[in-house]
Structures are given as C-alpha cells and as structure tokens.
C-alpha cells in the first residue's frame, strides 16, 4: 500500500511558466514531507522541505504547500526554466532519523 | 569526502552470482540507508543504520539481501544468488542525526543488470 502517492507520472510546461507538482499522503503521522529532484544518471538531490506545524514554505522560485486536513502537499516551480527539467519525488517521514518513504516521482519537462 | 560515493556505478552479473555494492557517506554523519529503484518505480526502503544501534532491516526484500557497516563509515550491500528481479539502481544515502527535515544526501547509485 503505497503511503505517498505522485498520480501524475509526467507534467510538460513551457518556459517562463508555473509548474505545479502535487502529492498525496496516507500516513497521519508523518510529520516531514521533502522534494528531491533527479536527472538521468545522478543521485536525487534535496530541494525544498515543509514540517507538519507550516502550511508553506518558499525557497526562492520554490514553494511548498501543505494542505494536512487533505493529506496532500504540491510544489510550485515559477518561473519555469529548461533546466528544472528532471524527475520530481515527493517524500515524507515521521519524527526523528526514520526512514523516508518516497512517492513513483513525476517527470517534469520545461519547453523552451 | 565532499559527498556520498558509490562504487561501483554499473555492474553487470549473471543469475545466481553474488554482488556487493559499496558506498561510502558523508564524514561524520551518523545514519546511513539504503534504497533502490526499480524500472518505473519510486524509492524501494531497503535498510538503515544509525551509529551503533541494531540497523532496520525492514525494507529487505528477502534473505539473500543483507547489509554491514563496518566502523561506523562504510557500508557494503550483499545480494546472494542474484535474480533478474533484483535489476534495479542501488542508491545510499547519509545525514546528520537530529535534522528530520534537512532530508539526506544521496550518491549517483549503482546500476545492476543481471542477465
């Protein structure tokens, strides 16, 4: 049963644009929800985080909202580059060094 | 060293050969996992470490798996009697204890092929 769900497997968006990347939770007691983006051959790398206290969090063109009473949080990319191109995973994790439990990822494409 | 490295980054073995994938963290911090991606897949929990407590073994998917961390640094991942099934990217990854929502840092991965 999949705890963190990513139901869009691709999202195209052209350049200059919002993308916008969502993401849906079972779990009630996650308490930490993260982004990881990943290009072809690399490691996924940190992006952006949230804590179950905040409803948004914003990292220079990075926003990441959460909705706790919806189980569900998105990430908005504005604007758009070509270079955010890669595969976003959503991934969440409860109090302390638990493990993080990972979303199937979306693949984002930016059109120039 | 500077981030979390891997070795090695591509391996190809027959089925029924074993395979052990290396990875060494991040001087210094404490917790180290192990994940995998299949083909299509998000990121499959495997095992985990932190500092000297009985590692969480949780995600293996059955016996053939292990893994050891030895000195509290390098990790090494078994897999006996490989299957086709077990083609996927090995990925580890190392953090901090104490910083939940800083995340972890992850290596570029193995790629294992077994044909």
């Known amino acids: 049963d999949q705890q963190v769900k990513q139901n869009s497997p691709s999202l195209s968006v052209q350049e200059g644009r919002i993308s916008i990347l969502n993401c849906d939770y079972t779990n009630s007691m996650f308490d930490y929800f993260l982004w990881y983006k990943k290009y072809p051959a690399e490691g996924p790398t940190f992006l952006i985080s949230?804590?179950?206290?905040?409803d948004k969090n914003e990292d220079g063109r990075f926003t990441v909202f959460l909705n706790k009473s919806a189980k569900h949080l998105s990430l908005h990319i504005v604007p758009s580059q070509p270079g955010d191109s890669a595969v976003y995973f959503c991934?969440?994790?409860?109090?302390?060094?638990?493990?993080?439990?990972f979303g199937k990822g979306t693949r984002l494409s930016v059109i120039a | 060293g500077a981030g979390v490295s891997q070795s090695p980054s591509n391996k190809v073995t027959e089925k029924g050969k074993d395979v052990e994938l290396r990875c060494d963290p991040i001087s210094g911090h404490t917790a180290l996992y192990w994940y995998r991606q299949s083909l299509g897949q998000g990121l499959e929990f495997l095992i985990y470490?932190?500092?000297?407590?009985?590692?969480?073994k949780s995600g293996l998917p059955s016996d053939r798996f292990s893994a050891e961390r030895t000195g509290g640094s390098v990790s090494t991942l078994t897999i006996q009697r490989t299957q086709q099934e077990d083609s996927a990217v090995y990925l580890c990854?190392?953090?901090?204890?104490?910083?939940?929502?800083?995340?972890?840092?992850f290596g570029s991965g193995t790629r294992l092929t077994v044909v």
């Open positions: 990854a190392s953090s901090l204890e104490g910083r939940p929502i800083d995340g972890y840092t």
């Open positions: 991934a969440a994790r409860n109090s302390g060094n638990t493990p993080l439990v």
């Open positions: 949230i804590s179950s206290i905040k």
């Open positions: 470490f932190q500092g000297n407590s009985a590692p969480d």
